[in-house]
Each structure stands twice: as C-alpha cells, then as structure tokens.
C-alpha cells in the first residue's frame, strides 16, 4: 500500500520537545522533497519544515527556525521533525507531504500539489 504516516504526536508542556516521524511504504522516499506542515484549528495549513531530494537543502518557517529540526533517513524511507522548546502557539495537526523533484524543496500546501500526504498527527502543548 502507498502512503504516508505520521506519528509521534502527543500532548506536551511548554518547553518540551516532540519527534514527529513519517513513514513511506510502497515507494522510495530518496526521490521525494518532503514536507513537515501543520494545520491549527480555525486557520489555513501552513509549512513548517522541509528537506528536498538529492542535496537534502531544507527550509524553516520564521516561527520555528532555531528549535525544529527536519530530516531524512532513506535507508529506513523515514522523515522526521525534532521540535524542541515547543509553544503553545505550535499547537496544530502535523501533516508530512512528499513530492517527486530534485528542484523544488517545499511542496506546495494544496493536497494536490504533493504526490503523498499523510493523515496528520495531532501536537498539543498547553500547561
């Protein structure tokens, strides 16, 4: 079966750190740029994180420069983002997406501009 799956998520305190993980099956995640997104109640799906094919080049968002960390193992076809010095503002459901390029390092935040997307993984934080 080909698909994507989050995991990971939990309900953590302000301050705590989370690794979120995506795991492809049925085809080979080195090919793909990936992307870490997140979708909080009442607002648009946004991009927090993503790592492209090849050269592993990666993009932040501003919000979460310096405290998320995204990155790859093909060998295992897992992605995963280390969120560290978490924020109440951070709440969301994660989403990973993977699209087929060498060029492009962030899919787009449309389902249809991503080959794959997971279901989600719900992150609180809240004290």
């Known amino acids: 079966q080909v698909q994507l799956v989050e995991s990971g998520g939990a309900l953590v305190q302000p301050g705590e750190s989370l690794r979120l993980s995506c795991a492809a099956s049925g085809f080979t995640l080195e090919y793909y740029s990936i992307g870490w997104f997140r979708q909080a109640p009442g607002k648009g799906r946004e991009v927090v994180s993503c790592?492209?094919?090849?050269?592993?080049?990666?993009y932040y968002a501003d919000s979460v420069k310096g405290r998320f960390t995204i990155s790859r193992d093909n060998a295992e076809n897992m992605a995963y983002l280390q969120m560290n010095s978490l924020k109440p503002e951070d709440t969301a459901i994660y989403y990973c997406?993977?699209?087929?390029?060498?060029?492009?390092?962030?899919?787009?935040?449309?389902?249809?501009?991503?080959?794959?997307w997971g279901r989600g993984t719900q992150v609180t934080v809240s004290s």
């Open positions: 997406a993977a699209l087929r390029s060498i060029v492009v390092v962030c899919p787009g935040t449309r389902k249809d501009e991503s080959d794959y």
């Open positions: 790592i492209r094919s090849g050269d592993g080049i990666t």
